[in-house]
């Protein structure tokens, strides 16, 4: 919900450079696992596996739904936002709009495909 | 109803409700088909943004090529302002010959149309400069609003759908799980009550229906463990209270199925070392079975007979010692009559074995020392008779003798000193052998009543229904004399009929009755009342007199041989009620005194209702 709600101010601002700093934000938390969830639970003397959306006892795939998911956004935004704009002007928005409903839901498809992919 | 809390326990969880779960799938659906209609419609909007200020544009420049044909070149501008803004076109100038007419400002991008200059004296064009935003921004602009407004709408759209799902579908499915989940905690009281008339609603109503039938038959299950609980333990602790080891054996392969106290105490083990094991690892400690028929097993027997078996049987102790054990074997058959179980009762009898061959070893020698008893009575008696006769007949002969000696001396003249003298000397004599005739007809009365008293310990008793009633009165009549010389007044209650021996019992009445007679008191009219009591097992009988009374230290001693109390004025041995005695404990009875001195005594006696022949004890006295 919160990565939904920043992108969609980022993206009705049109704040490229704040884009920019979010994709990279995503990439930086795919690729240290430093997820907002999982520091806030470390914060709280918590399990950070009690946050994680792990649900697949034997992953095929050794790597967390969560980070490739954060890949996967970070991809699909810097095309479409910086390398075809014109192509795939409604993709940010498109991305906006399903992270807010995933994080009101808990229905995310991107991540339900990762772990139909074998992701844990 | 269920509690309120139950109702909001989505709330805890809401991203696992059905609402929710239905409202992301549905509003996925329609954010993609947005999307793409999206797609359709506005990707070439910059397209048609700029044809459309270009469109504008001419439409604008054909105005104003009109105005100033009209000759209204120099307010041009007034008039086409509101064409401009309506076109949404933030700055408009016309440059014509030495005018220069600006609206707005010069930003955004310039669309540029140049006029005919329609006046003659004038040749130059007129140049229409429209500046509106720039396309791009414009149309970014007008994507983020739309998509803003498709995400809130969305969300609005979204929150309405999934309460009208929480409201008609998850609100009582979440609480029927509730009342389901209260139910399964045990609290059968839980119910929906619900009105609605669709599906959850009869739904609800046949949760409330099964519930209640639940209820019901949880609640008589309970009753009915209840009950078993309390009968459980009724035969248990009635089994734990017996003293007998009771065992209960399989009969397929003899192994102990359950046990009492007394039975884990018997044989020193506890019931987990008991039960799984055999009755004979058990009992006797070997992994054989008891091998009939010089082993006999009670248990193998009533197996075979599918009856009642009892026997006594040799138990080995775990420290290898032997008890004797008194086994009762009773089967348990199934509903096809094949006996299933058998239920094992032991009862330790190894003291009550010792004990009894104790008593058996004193019954024989107290069987001897009575019959060298009756011997030694017989011969005695007998043998005193002789010499008394002797005695008797010696002194019969001696007072003749002294007879003829008291003629013979009558005939001789002697003095009156001598004479005298020899009246005292034949006075003595006389005295003398009368005292000697008494004292052996009072010897012989005595040996003639114990031979009496040992021919009635003999004899054989026959027991015979008798009229009680009938033999008081023939015993009365017979006693008339005695009776009528005493004035005596006899009530004779009603007195139930007792099988006995009629002699004994004739002897026992009549001896009570001749002795309240013998001993009424002189001073007062006699009165004796016979009657009798009856209880389950016996019935006693009464004797009472308002005679002389009998001290109460003298009660206990008169039914011993040659025992009288009181004052000697009757004669008499001591033997009558010591007979009594004898008869009435041949009969399994007893009798017993109540007296008070100077008021009169009541003899009781009982006689058994049940008299065994066989088994009618022989005193020998």
């Known amino acids: 919900l919160f990565l939904g709600g920043v992108l969609t101010v980022l993206l009705y601002l049109h704040l490229q450079i704040g884009l920019a700093i979010y994709i990279g934000w995503l990439v930086f938390e795919g690729l240290t696992n430093w997820r907002l969830p999982v520091l806030l639970a470390k914060l709280r003397g918590q399990d950070p596996a009690e946050v994680s959306c792990s649900r697949e006892k034997r992953p095929r795939i050794n790597f967390d739904t969560e980070r490739a998911l954060r890949f996967s956004i970070a991809s699909f935004l810097a095309l479409s936002v910086f390398a075809l704009p014109e192509i795939l002007w409604f993709f940010p928005w498109f991305m906006a709009i399903a992270l807010m409903m995933a994080g009101i839901t808990g229905i995310c498809p991107m991540a339900m495909l990762f772990r139909k992919l074998g992701f844990k | ?621």
């Open chain 2, 1 to 621: 109803m269920i509690g309120k809390h139950h109702k909001d326990d989505w709330v805890h969880n809401w991203r696992s409700s059905v609402a929710v779960k239905i409202s992301g799938a549905v509003l996925y659906a329609i954010v993609l088909i947005g999307f793409i209609v999206a797609l359709f419609v506005l990707h070439n909007a910059e397209d048609q943004l700029k044809e459309r200020y270009l469109a504008d544009a001419d439409r604008i420049a054909y105005k104003a090529l009109l105005l100033t044909a009209e000759g209204n070149s120099e307010n041009v501008m007034m008039h086409l302002n509101p064409s401009i803004k309506e076109a949404g076109f933030v700055g408009a100038e016309i440059i014509c010959c030495s005018t220069n007419a600006l609206w707005g400002n010069r930003t955004g991008e310039a669309i540029e149309r140049t006029l005919p200059q329609a006046s003659t004296r004038e040749t130059r064009p007129i140049h229409l400069m429209l500046y509106h935003p720039p396309v791009q921004e414009t149309v970014t602009g007008l994507r983020n609003r739309f998509f803003l407004m498709t995400a809130i709408a969305t969300l609005v759209f979204g929150f309405f759908l999934t309460w009208v799902i929480l409201r008609f579908i998850s609100r009582p499915v979440q609480e029927l799980v509730s009342a389901t989940r209260q139910a399964a905690t045990g609290d059968f009281s839980v119910r929906l009550n619900s009105t609605r008339e669709d599906e959850l609603g009869q739904l609800s109503r046949f949760f409330d229906r099964m519930i209640g039938e639940i209820q019901r038959e949880f609640q008589e299950r309970q009753q009915a463990e209840e009950a078993l609980r309390h009968t459980h333990n009724f035969v248990r602790t009635t089994l734990d209270s017996m003293s007998d080891g009771i065992s209960v054996i399989d009969a397929h392969n003899f192994k102990i199925i359950g046990v009492n106290a007394a039975f884990l105490e018997e044989y020193g083990i506890s019931e987990a070392e008991a039960l799984g094991k055999t009755c004979y690892e058990v009992t006797h400690h070997r992994p054989d079975q008891c091998q009939p028929p010089n082993d006999v097993c009670p248990v193998y027997l009533s197996l075979q007979s599918g009856e009642h078996a009892s026997t006594e049987h040799l138990h080995s102790n775990n420290d290898g010692s032997i008890t004797v054990a008194e086994i009762s074997v009773s089967p348990i058959k199934n509903e096809d009559g094949i006996v299933v179980q058998l239920v094992h009762i032991s009862r330790d009898i190894t003291k009550r074995k010792a004990d009894e061959e104790k008593m058996r070893i004193y019954a024989d020698e107290l069987h001897e020392a009575n019959e060298e008893m009756k011997n030694f009575t017989s011969i005695v008696s007998h043998d005193l008779k002789a010499p008394l006769v002797s005695i008797n007949g010696f002194s019969h002969e001696l007072a003749d003798t002294l007879q003829d000696l008291r003629e013979l001396l009558g005939q001789l003249t002697i003095s009156d000193e001598q004479k005298k003298r020899l009246d005292e000397c034949n006075r003595d004599l006389h005295e003398s052998v009368n005292f000697i005739a008494a004292s052996v007809t009072r010897m012989d009365g005595l040996i003639n009543s114990v031979l009496a008293l040992s021919r009635a310990g003999r004899r054989e008793l026959s027991p015979e229904l008798i009229d009680m009633e009938t033999m008081v009165q023939t015993i009365l009549k017979s006693l008339g004399h005695q009776i009528e010389s005493n004035k005596v007044c006899i009530t004779v209650s009603e007195l139930p009929p007792v099988t006995a021996d009629r002699i004994s019992i004739e002897q026992i009445i009549g001896n009570l009755v001749d002795n309240a007679i013998k001993f009424l008191d002189s001073s007062r009219p006699g009165h004796i009342e016979i009657s009798s009591e009856s209880s389950l097992f016996d019935n006693v009988y009464h004797v009472k007199d308002n005679g002389r009374g009998i001290s109460e230290a003298d009660c206990g001693k008169i039914f011993d041989l040659f025992q009288r109390a009181g004052i000697q004025d009757v004669a008499g041995e001591g033997m009558g009620l010591a007979y009594v005695k004898a008869l009435v404990r041949r009969h399994g009875g007893r009798i017993w005194c109540k007296s008070i001195k100077g008021e009169g005594s009541t003899f009781s006696f009982s006689i058994p209702k049940e008299q065994k022949i066989e088994g009618m004890r022989k005193v020998t006295l």
